[in-house]
């Protein structure tokens, strides 16, 4: 099992960063492919970015794709999404999930992933 905590969310003026990280639990993080969700009020959870277990593979959503970056340190059970030139519409709760994969796997659907962190808010004004 693993367990799964974001923190990093904040309140922001547009054109500005943020880092959001997720640390999980369990000593078989490095076996997970790794995904960050995000969800804005009254509309469904929409992918954002995805990374393979090893880091060598990643895929992000055409709406962040050149902005935001995932990451991952293996040793340190954390996975990181780097986001740049904030806009507006990139307000949401951002979730991080895990799903057990090996090689290039990334997962880009909520339902291929098993365990779910709490979210954190991500607030950019404009």
């Known amino acids: 099992q693993v367990q799964l905590v974001e923190s990093g969310g904040g309140l922001v003026p547009g054109g500005g960063s943020l880092r959001l990280s997720c640390a999980a639990s369990g000593r078989t993080f490095s076996s997970y492919a790794m995904g960050w969700f995000r969800q804005a009020p009254g509309k469904d959870r929409e992918f954002v970015a995805a990374?393979?277990?090893?880091?060598?593979?990643?895929y992000y959503a055409d709406s962040v794709k050149g902005r935001f970056t995932i990451s991952r340190d293996n040793a340190k059970n954390t996975v990181y999404l780097q986001m740049n030139s904030l806009k507006p519409e990139d307000t949401a709760v951002y979730f991080c999930a895990a799903d057990h994969a090996w090689g290039n796997t990334v997962y880009t659907r909520p339902g291929e992933y098993e365990y779910w962190g709490q979210g954190t808010q991500v607030t950019v004004s404009s």
């Open positions: 990374i393979s277990w090893n880091g060598g593979n990643t």
